[in-house]
């Protein structure tokens, strides 16, 4: 095994260290503005519910201009585009907004006493902590809503609860004026981690699909413009590849790959080493065969064979070491020849007869055979020197 001096780990210490400060301070961190946005498929996001609208016939329009251009007609910034008029849906409408923590302005109050639906995802201004735990299940008309918050909303005579359990209410509705603002107190109400919930979904799909009008969905307010305010916020709404570039972060790649250079410079360029030749290793045939044979042999519980085998060749053993030849003896001639040599006959004989019944016999059986195998081993070796001294 390669061995690295101090100096090159150290290098190298170096080297690691820059790489992961250049990350953590270079590297371009993301924002949670496309946080909740139908173009997401992140788990936050909200793609797969636009996906399940799409499929379901109820298909919703995004919003890519500012908020103010739909609640106010005659603000700036709805006459502030290139032609001077920004395109806006026909009234009534419904309009869903998922955010963190949204609230209801006056502008969008006043353009909701007109006649149209708002439906705020995240509203948790007149929201309280409770003994709710942060995630539970919460019975509906369509089944199970997973809610990932502990906060409920305190009811009160102006509201009206759409979803609600022991610990307050989720979500809720207000009629203002024409109109009707509904709440839902969790941001992730429809995310895509909860596709599993199908609940989730149909509520929001409901919510946005009752009132009977267009459903439009914002999302300016996750980051997406479309072209004509693009135009008026001076920024191309196709990018040539050089503008592209610019953008991704190259800049931390060539930055790493200069202090990588400059620390091998540093240290003169040396190698970490001779190579060391690696040598393959020698293949013992015999013991890669018995291997082989013995797991063959226990995965098809052939004790009998090991026994028979096993047992065959310790009893030639033992006629070698008494000097009864090499011709198999019977299992009584044999006991008694060991008994005159003055050994015990029953680990012989416990030996020699269990092998020779020819039956399979459980692993704690075979463990306690091969220990009286090797209890009776072990007197040979005493007995053959004593054996020898008697006939010299």
């Known amino acids: 095994m390669m061995r690295l001096s101090r100096r090159q780990i150290a290098i190298l210490a170096i080297a690691l260290g820059t790489i992961i400060l250049l ?101 948790i201004a007149d929201a309280f902590v409770t003994q709710a735990p942060f995630t539970s299940d919460v019975a509906s008309p369509s089944g199970i809503v997973r809610i990932a918050t502990s906060r409920r909303y305190r009811q009160s005579s102006k509201s009206a609860p759409l979803l609600q359990d022991s610990f307050g209410t989720v979500v809720w509705q207000k009629t203002l004026g024409k109109g009707r603002l509904i709440s839902v107190i969790t941001t992730y109400l429809a995310a895509n981690a909860y596709q599993d919930f199908r609940a989730n979904y149909e509520l929001l799909a409901k919510l946005v699909t009752e009132p009977g009008y267009p459903i439009w969905v914002d999302e300016y307010l996750h980051g997406y413009k479309d072209s004509s305010t693009d135009a008026k916020d001076g920024t191309a709404s196709e990018e040539d590849l050089l503008s592209y570039l610019s953008k991704t972060p190259l800049s931390l790649l060539a930055v790493q790959a200069i202090a990588f250079l400059l620390l091998l410079i540093w240290g003169q360029n040396r190698r970490l080493g001779l190579p060391e030749q690696v040598e393959a290793p020698t293949v013992n045939n015999s013991e890669a065969y018995i291997q082989a044979l013995a797991g063959v042999l226990h995965k098809a519980g052939g004790s009998e064979f090991v026994l028979e085998t096993l047992g065959k060749a310790e009893q030639l053993n033992i006629q070698k070491a008494l000097g009864l030849g090499t011709s198999p003896l019977p299992v009584d001639d044999l006991i008694a020849a060991w008994s005159q040599h003055g050994q015990p006959a029953d680990p012989l004989q416990t030996l020699l007869r269990t092998a020779a019944r020819h039956r ?29 001294k008697m006939r010299n």
Do not use: C, H
Request: overall charge negative; charged content about 25%; aromatic content about 8%.
């Open 23 to 123: 990350t953590v301070l270079i590297a371009p961190s993301g924002s949670e503005q496309q946080s909740a946005s139908t173009y997401s498929r992140a788990p936050d996001g909200y793609g797969a519910w636009y996906a399940y609208m799409q499929e379901k016939g109820n298909p919703v329009k995004r919003w890519q201009q500012p908020a103010d251009a739909l609640f106010q007609p005659d603000s700036e910034a709805a006459n502030d585009s290139p032609n001077g008029k920004i395109a806006r849906p026909k009234k009534p409408i419904t309009f869903l907004r998922i955010d963190k923590d949204i609230e209801l302005s006056a502008d969008s109050e006043a353009w909701v006493k007109q006649g149209n639906v708002l439906v705020l995802v995240g509203a």
């Open 360 to 388: 399979r016999v459980s692993e704690t059986e075979l463990s306690q055979w091969l220990e009286t195998m090797n209890a009776v081993r072990s007197q040979l070796p005493r007995m053959t020197d004593r054996e020898l």
